[in-house]
Structure formats: structure tokens, C-alpha cells
């Protein structure tokens, strides 16, 4: 059985990406969490934290959400590396730097046992 972590209450993971996922930033909380050290993750794409248990389906809407403008939020479950996961309130924000350039901000928290559990009976539903 995999090992969950569980992140505390101060805890606030930030990311950045181009816009096709690769990461650009990383905060002190994200990386402590995942298990990485910010330069294993500067250059590679932000999928190197997905579970397997996520359904393809909430990824599809997510990026449909931001590459049209809009925010979006959802409940995920990520890996950490060498094994074990932790789920996550997640925040997604489209935004333009240096006048063109696209790409995207991740700002999550901790998800309470009630949003981890309703996530976890919708992703049942999803391919």
C-alpha cells in the first residue's frame, strides 16, 4: 500500500509552467513535498508529479479550462517521488509574462478529507 502525505495547513505549493507544462518555478513547499530538489524539477514537465490514479478526464478539463482563459480548480492526487502520494486543493491560473509568453500558475493547499473523498467518488465515474 502506497504512503499518503499530508500536507499541514501552512503548507502552499506553487508552481509555474510554459504553456505546454514544463515547469519554469518552483516553491520551497512544492518541492519538500513531492520530494524533489527544485533542480530535478526546473526543465521537466509537470506531469513528473502525476498519480496514476488520476483520471485522463480532469486533466482534459483542466487544460481545456486554462488554455481558454479561465481559471480552474479541482482536487488532485500527485505522486511523490520514490512512492507514496499526496492530494491537493488546486488552483490553475492562465497568465501572460514579458508582454506574449503564456503559461500557467499552480497555486495548491491542503484538501480536507471531505473534498479528498467526494474527488475520490467522481474519478471513480472518469476515464
Known sequence: MEREYTLSEGDFLVSETDEKGV????????????GYKREELLGKNH??????????????DLWQ???SGKVWTGI???AVKG?????VFATVYPMISCGSKRGYMSCRR????DEIKKAEELYKTLN
Open 23 to 34: 515547469i519554469t518555478f518552483a516553491n520551497e513547499d512544492f518541492c519538500a513535498i513531492a
Open 47 to 60: 506531469n513528473i508529479v502525476r498519480h496514476n490514479d488520476m483520471p485522463k478526464a480532469a486533466f482534459k
Open 65 to 67: 479550462t486554462v488554455q
Open 76 to 78: 488532485v492526487k500527485n
Open 83 to 87: 512512492g507514496g502520494f499526496y492530494w
Open 110 to 113: 491542503m484538501a480536507t478529507r
